[in-house]
């Protein structure tokens, strides 16, 4: 597939009339926008206000925004992937124009209802995961920063991964680290000479797995520097891991990447058994927005 450019337009604020402050993090700030002509909703990233830090800092910031917007346009056509529109500046500062993706961060949604131990559930938040995933993955990048803030649940059930800050192409010689603490796998916290793969991405799949069902990420998490030979996780909630999950979970997580699955359609393959049938009814104690309803709907597609 011809990868199109991302069209420039300049000062975005002539055609993208900016709103409210969604929120933001390390790559930029989040801002809900509106078409002039259309009143069709985008979302505008921006990049962060110069700090003390020199002039170079500030550029090589810019850059990166675009660079980002470069990736996106390599997944064009994924649908949970949402779609760049174009790019400008705002202020000043670089800014990317993205499709607007109504919902609910992930993060909020399990925060309502941790831990969520229903099967079904588990293996509906983590399989289509995996589907989208297999997409990237198949377009030889690593997203690199998987995470529920990353993560939105839409009105209807179906997840959509945002925020290519990180992503890289896999096996592309690393300069520093990447991802968010906690989640990064430990290959992501330093350079990395030999390139990351599609296991850096598993491992933080596995970690939204352990943080869903035992409330706690693995080797020490947030609450210290992961280190070779830490004990993956607490003995109280390594027992209170859900069997149907226990093994798969830790195999996700193994501190040395050659030892986790080597592709997505491996965990998809053991959550199988666990996703919602065709026409079956809604778990008792659903999210909301309900992630089961994708599988209650659509028949998974790997």
């Known amino acids: 597939m011809a990868m199109r450019e991302i069209e420039e337009i300049g000062d975005v604020e002539q055609r993208y009339e900016v709103l409210d402050a969604v929120g933001g993090g ?6 809900l926008g509106r078409d002039r002509s259309s009143g069709q909703r985008v979302a505008l990233k921006r990049q962060k206000a110069r700090d003390l830090g020199p002039e170079s800092d500030f550029h090589w910031a810019g850059e990166n925004l675009l660079e980002e917007g470069s990736r996106m346009m390599m997944l064009t056509g994924i649908r949970a992937i949402p779609e760049i529109i174009a790019a400008g500046t705002h202020r000043r500062r670089r800014c990317l124009v993205m499709e607007f993706v109504e919902g609910q961060q992930l993060q909020n949604v399990l925060w309502a209802a941790r831990p969520v131990r229903h099967p079904g559930t588990v293996a509906s ?4 995961l995996c589907e989208i995933l297999v997409d990237v993955h198949d377009r030889n990048l690593v997203h690199c920063d998987l995470k529920p803030e990353n993560v939105i649940v839409q009105p209807d059930g179906r997840l959509r991964l945002i925020d290519m800050g990180h992503a890289v192409a896999a096996g592309k010689k690393t300069a520093y680290a990447r991802g968010t603490r906690g989640w990064a796998s430990p290959e992501q916290s330093d ?3 030999s390139g990351l793969t599609r296991r850096a991405d598993i ?5 939204i797995l352990l943080e869903m069902t035992v409330m706690r990420l693995p080797y020490g998490g947030l609450e210290e520097l992961a280190e070779a030979g830490t004990p993956v996780l607490p003995a109280d909630r ?4 859900p069997p149907e999950f226990a093994s798969l979970a830790l195999w996700m997580v193994r501190w040395e990447a ?3 699955p080597a592709d997505v359609r ?4 053991r959550l199988r058994p666990y996703l919602p049938r065709l026409g079956s009814r809604r778990p008792p104690k659903r999210l909301r927005p309900d992630p089961t309803e994708y599988y209650r709907t659509h028949p998974p597609r790997l």
């Open 258 to 260: 050659a030892e986790r």
């Open 191 to 193: 350079a990395c000479p």
């Open 203 to 207: 491992f933080g799949l596995g970690c």
């Open 238 to 241: 390594l027992a209170a891991l």
């Open 125 to 128: 938040v983590i399989g289509q």
């Open 266 to 269: 491996e965990v998809f393959d």
């Open 26 to 31: 390390g790559q930029g700030d989040l801002f």
